[in-house]
């Protein structure tokens, strides 16, 4: 089966930065979008950003916009979330996942799978 496997969280004083990493097993998901989400303690996983399956495009939350960028590098089985001037409501577990069908673009979590096991990263003001 193949597994998503994040990487990059961590704690961070708000105004900073941080990479998460998303590594695929294999080029399974070449085709798919690829997304990342959040999900904040006694909170519903939310949608963060997502890149289509050439990353031509991207697409982002209200919250995101402007400061976070999503990119994918198929030839490496990775998608990646850059984080740039972090909140403390930033913090959250945050997890990449795959379009459950290739060649559709969605924001929707109940659209995805599969999913890495999630990284916490944790803003501090």
């Known amino acids: 089966q193949v597994q998503l496997a994040e990487s990059g969280g961590g704690l961070v004083q708000a105004g900073g930065s941080l990479r998460l990493s998303c590594a695929a097993s294999?080029?399974?998901?070449?085709?798919?979008?690829m997304g990342w989400f959040r999900q904040a303690p006694g909170k519903e996983r939310e949608f963060v950003a997502l890149?289509?399956?050439?990353?031509?495009?991207?697409y982002y939350a209200d919250s995101a916009k402007g400061r976070f960028t999503i990119a994918r590098d198929n030839a490496k089985n990775t998608v990646s979330l850059h984080m740039n001037s972090l909140k403390p409501e930033d913090t959250a577990v945050y997890y990449c996942?795959?379009?459950?069908?290739?060649?559709?673009?969605?924001?929707?979590?109940?659209?995805?799978?599969?999913w890495g096991q999630g990284t916490q990263v944790t803003v501090s003001s």
């Open positions: 996942a795959a379009s459950k069908e290739p060649l559709t673009v969605t924001t929707s979590p109940t659209n995805y799978d599969p």
């Open positions: 890149v289509t399956w050439t990353g031509g495009s991207t």
């Open positions: 294999d080029h399974t998901f070449s085709r798919n979008t």
